[in-house]
Nanobody
């Protein structure tokens, strides 16, 4: 099956930077969209950024200009560079991938990583 593992979370001060990584492994044909979501306590999970296989990106308004999503298709890895971090960025960040599992069937399935904690605090 497909597994996603995030890394790079931690504690940073406001204005600081952090870089998240997520690597996909397992058995699959290809990965379409990859993205980052986050969920703060008491809040619903929200999309932070997404990048297509071809490199097209989309960001939540709250992170535009501060976060950059990118991917390395050869490594099946997506990154999230987070700059100018704010306390309101504090959340568990989840990696998401829309995966075409089979070479012979054009169907995609959603996969999620277990999440990594990002805390922005003085």
């Amino acid at each position: 099956q497909v597994q996603l593992v995030e890394s790079g979370g931690g504690l940073v001060q406001p204005g600081g930077s952090l870089r998240l990584s997520c690597a996909a492994s397992g058995s699959f044909w290809s990965i379409n969209d990859m993205g980052w979501y986050r969920q703060a306590p008491g809040k619903q999970r929200e999309l932070v950024a997404v990048v297509t296989k071809g490199g097209t990106t989309n960001y939540a308004d709250s992170v535009k200009g501060r976060f950059t999503i990118s991917r390395d298709n050869a490594k099946n890895t997506v990154y999230l560079q987070m700059n100018s971090l704010k306390p309101e960025d504090t959340a568990v960040y989840y990696c998401n991938a829309k995966v075409r599992v089979s070479r012979w069937r054009d169907m995609v399935a959603d996969y999620w990583g277990p999440g990594t904690q990002v805390t922005v605090s003085s």
